[in-house]
């Protein structure tokens, strides 16, 4: 369990890379045409990774596809070289997951327990308590004797959940790398074809 909200995650897959420069040469008659295409490919991909990742993730970790969803951000960005081409960045981000959101219970005497893996015991979490701040609910603890300041408690972050099994991650970015492939060239010949520009 974590209590730094800044903390990021992040999972980068090497599905367009060999391919950029082919699709350079081929739409180079299309201004921008490279990147819509290999843009629009990887979107699919993205899609179709998430999907075949969040069915694990939601059967090893208490929080619900529609929370793993709403956190799972998808990396897509066209950073220049040194030689003046283009490199292509993608992949999964996602910040740390409000505590709330996994499997958590209060008591009425206000004691809160919590468990975020499914085949983790619940744990007692002795100086915690549920609290409402403005439109949001979450579990805080007093850093220090004081009342004052408070920190609210967060679990991982999903791309930290998708890379604790390495089958399971292997599985998912061969999904990608598959959709990738079939969807790039069905792009190319799109904006060939004068479609989608």
């Not at 327990?113 to 308590?129: D, G, H, M, Q, Y």
């Not at 089958?167 to 061969?174: G, I, K, R, T, W």
Request: hydrophobic share 35%; proline share 3%.
């Amino acid at each position: 369990m974590s209590d730094r909200h800044e903390l990021y995650g992040g999972i980068i897959v090497d599905a367009a890379e060999e391919s950029y420069d082919r699709v350079s040469k081929l739409l180079a008659g299309i201004p921008g045409g490279a990147k819509k295409a290999v843009g629009t490919a990887l979107s699919r991909a993205a899609a179709a990774g998430r999907t075949n990742v969040k069915r694990f993730v939601t059967k090893e970790y208490t929080i619900s596809q529609t929370t793993f969803q709403a956190n799972t951000k998808t990396i897509n960005h066209f950073v220049k070289n040194s030689e003046g081409g283009y490199e292509v960045v993608f992949g999964f981000a996602g910040t740390v997951i409000p505590l709330i959101r996994f499997d958590t219970q209060a008591t009425q005497s206000g004691l809160v327990s919590a468990r975020v893996k499914t085949s983790s015991p619940r744990e007692i979490l002795e100086n915690a308590f549920t609290a409402q701040m403005g439109t949001h609910k979450g579990i805080y603890e007093r850093i220090g004797a004081d009342r004052f300041p408070l920190r609210e408690l967060y679990g991982p972050a999903t791309p930290q959940m998708m890379c604790s099994n390495e089958e399971v991650l292997d599985a998912m970015e061969e999904r990608m790398v598959e959709v990738y492939e079939q969807r790039i060239d069905h792009e190319v010949e799109r904006l060939l074809n004068g479609w989608g520009r």
